[in-house]
Structure formats: structure tokens, C-alpha cells
């Protein structure tokens, strides 16, 4: 499929320019026609009725969850569902019996749903150790190793940052965890579908996903993948339906996972739409993907850079899918207000949920950055038609 056969499967493309892919993507016909059929067709409950159309809906979930699972190259049942990625995290956060004096090791340049769930358990005791990026947002393997030690339980990191678009070495970051005996947690939520996250060359016990951005799903889901070997570490804390095989008016046995982390209800509409995202996504090719992702950056760093006024973050040969920035003497709230008033042009403005690291590149007191990122569907034209307005907005500001 081509960039063009995809834009035609969404038609708000053809209202605005869209790029912001790192907040949510738009969702393509297919996705939606999926989650129709299931509302019009065979709405019920999964996992309990006999009946055919509850049959049909459970069928129709498990296959959404072999996909999924077939496209990280795991398991299905390392499959939990989630609503979302920050849900994922906290799954772990809070499914984990750390003790007191253990430590996690964690980036400044996260997100804060990589951030605030860590910092929560020093209540507990439990020590949180910041590695600090280098200027362009790159966390250096040796800045982990001098801070993991033996009392080190977890190291979370994130695939690509969300405020500077900046690639971390995950694969040597694998490595040091498994070297010191910790727990590996990549969070995956700006990589997943815009290149390859093979949960196994990525050596993590957790990759935390959501289905809402790169892979095209529908907001409202999200999943955590967690290694066979891994479940031991996570006690599950959402009980109740789905999650036991038994129970007496004194006591109860939890089903195997992942159903024993699935309590209640699930969005059953939203998770067979991302397993019809993602046979989307592989009509279309990872590496198609890929290759256009890469390429687009390149462009739209260059163009940005151009700016007179401009000062862009992150390196070019590094950053990936997304371009943060600031022009002088205009907030980036007003930037990406002007933005879309101009040129219909959707960009993201501010702290990006990410404070430490809009401190860290020294945008904090600019009001954040203006971001702008990408997938499949955008083309050359946007990119230029963004950088066009931003050299004319630049002009106007002096
Ligand atoms: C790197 C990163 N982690 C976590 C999240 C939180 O994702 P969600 O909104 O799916 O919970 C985001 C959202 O932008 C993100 O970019």
C-alpha cells in the first residue's frame, strides 16, 4: 500500500495537515469498519456466554490478541490488555514487591507516565536513580552502568523519546540490566508501529505499548507485554470477574495470566480494532513504513533548521519520526496555535507530558516546544508546506 492508498482511508487528512502522531494517530476506514461490524453485527461479552454471538465476539478477541502478539513475536498470552501505555506501566509499577533499598534506574528525557510511577515508590523505600541524557537527549549505556548495582530490581526506559524524538541504545541497555540481574522494561509507546519492536532482540521482561498511536488502533487501548518468565514478578491487582478460577466465600485461585490481570469487562470493540490495525499496518510493511518515516524526518529537520530563528533538538542523524522546537520571541502554544489557524496544520505544543526532559534540552522557560511527528500518511508536501509557514511566521516575529 501506498501513502496515498492510506490517506484515502482517512479522510480527515484531507481537512488538515496531521502531525501529531505522537499523541494519537487518526484511525483508517478498515480499523473502524472492524469495530462497527462487532457493534452492529455481534455485540455481547466474551469469555462467558454460550451462545453463538458471544462465541463469535470471544473469537474474534482471541484472534485480535494472536495478531498482536505474532507482531511483537510473542506469545499471546504475554498479551495483557490494557486502556492504554500509562496503564501498562502501572501494572508493573504496582504488580512488583519491591523492597525497601532496592533501586530503579529510569532516563530524565521520559515521559511522565515512564517517570511518575517510579518516583511514587520512594514512599516505600525504594530508591530512583535519574541517568542523565547527553544535550541531544541520548541516554549513553555507561550512564546506566555507573548507576546499576546489585540492589538494582528495574531499569525502564523508553524506545524514543516523546519530546525530543532521540533513539536510545535499548539493545546495550538490555544487556547491562541483564548483566546486574534487573528487571527490563522498554516502554515502546513512539516506536511501536513506526519500526520493528521484537520483544525478544529487545531482551526485556516488559514492553509496554500503545494501540492508539503508531500502530493505528482506536484510543482506549493499549497492552503490556510480559516475558513467561517474567509473570512471577507481578502480583495482579485488578480482581474480580475473569480473573480466578475459583472461589469459596473464604478465598479464591487466580487464573492463569494474562486473564488474571484482566479484571472486568474489556474494551472488546477496541482491541478488535488493533488486530485489524495491525493486518493494516502489515499490508502496508514495517519496513515501507520504515523507510518512509526515516526519509520524511530527514526533510523536515532540514527544514526546520533552515529557519533563520529556529533552535531544533535532538540530533539529526539520531531523532526519529518526531522534530521539537522553538522559534524565537512566539510561545509554542501560539506557534501551534498560528499554525493551525494558517494552515490547518495540527502540531503539538508545550511540556509533552515530559517536564524533566523539556528542562533538560533548557525549553522550560520558552513554555516547552512545538513539536511535530509523523507517520505513513504524511507526505513531502506537508512536510514543506509546515516548514514554508514556519519560515514566514519566523519572518514576521523577526
Ligand atoms: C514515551 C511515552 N510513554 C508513555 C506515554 C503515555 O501513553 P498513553 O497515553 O497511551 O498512556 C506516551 C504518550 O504520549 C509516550 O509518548
Known amino acids: 500500500m501506498k501513502t496515498d492508498d492510506v490517506r484515502r482511508d482517512i479522510p480527515l487528512l484531507n481537512e488538515v495537515i496531521y502531525l501529531d502522531a505522537a499523541s494519537t494517530t487518526p484511525t483508517p476506514r478498515p480499523v473502524v469498519e472492524a469495530m462497527c461490524d462487532y457493534f452492529y453485527n455481534y455485540n455481547s461479552n466474551t469469555g462467558r456466554g454460550a451462545y453463538r ?110 519530546s525530543i524524538g532521540s533513539v536510545q541504545p535499548v539493545d546495550e541497555l538490555s544487556e547491562i540490566a541483564q548483566d546486574n540481574g534487573a528487571l527490563y522494561l522498554v516502554d515502546a509507546a513512539q516506536s511501536a508501529g513506526h519500526m520493528e519492536v521484537d520483544v525478544n532482540k529487545l531482551g526485556a521482561d516488559f514492553v509496554v505499548f500503545p494501540g492508539h498511536k503508531g500502530l493505528l488502533g482506536p484510543v482506549g487501548t493499549g497492552f503490556l507485554y510480559c516475558a513467561h518468565d517474567s509473570y512471577g514478578e507481578l502480583e495482579p491487582l485488578n480482581l474480580g470477574g475473569g480473573t480466578v478460577e475459583d472461589v469459596t466465600e473464604e478465598d479464591f485461585k487466580l487464573t492463569e495470566a494474562p486473564s488474571c490481570f484482566e479484571g472486568g469487562t474489556q474494551n472488546i470493540a477496541g482491541f478488535i480494532g488493533l488486530g485489524a490495525a495491525i493486518t493494516y499496518l502489515k499490508k502496508i510493511g514495517i519496513s515501507e513504513v520504515e523507510k518512509h518515516t526515516r526519509k520524511l524526518t530527514k526533510i523536515m529537520y532540514k527544514e526546520i533548521q533552515e529557519i533563520e530563528t529556529v533552535r531544533v533538538y535532538g540530533s539529526p542523524e539520531n531523532i526519529y519520526g518526531i522534530v521539537s522546537f522553538n522559534i524565537d520571541n512566539i510561545n509554542p502554544h501560539d506557534l501551534a496555535k498560528i499554525l493551525d489557524e494558517l494552515k490547518s496544520i495540527c502540531v503539538r505544543s508545550g511540556y509533552h507530558c515530559a517536564i524533566p526532559s523539556i528542562k533538560h534540552i533548557g525549553a522550560y522557560q520558552l513554555g516547552g516546544t512545538v513539536r511535530a511527528s509523523i507517520h505513513y500518511y504524511n507526505t513531502r508536501e506537508e512536510i514543506h508546506e509546515l516548514g514554508e509557514t514556519l519560515k514566514k511566521i519566523s519572518e514576521f516575529m523577526g
Open 53 to 162: 454471538l458471544a462465541i463469535k465476539a470471544t473469537r474474534e478477541l482471541d484472534n485480535a490478541r494472536e495478531i498482536i502478539a505474532k507482531f511483537i513475536k510473542s506469545d499471546p498470552d504475554e498479551i495483557i490488555f490494557t486502556k492504554n501505555t500509562t496503564e501498562a506501566i502501572n501494572i508493573v509499577a504496582h504488580g512488583i514487591e519491591f523492597q525497601k533499598g532496592e533501586n530503579i534506574v529510569v532516563p530524565n528525557i521520559e515521559h511522565h507516565s515512564n517517570l511518575v510511577p517510579w518516583l511514587n515508590l520512594q514512599s516505600q523505600g525504594v530508591e530512583v536513580r535519574i541517568a542523565k541524557a547527553d544535550n541531544n537527549g541520548v541516554v549513553h549505556p555507561e550512564t546506566v552502568e555507573n548507576l546499576v548495582d546489585k540492589n538494582t530490581r528495574l531499569v525502564s526506559v523508553t524506545h524514543v523519546s516523546n
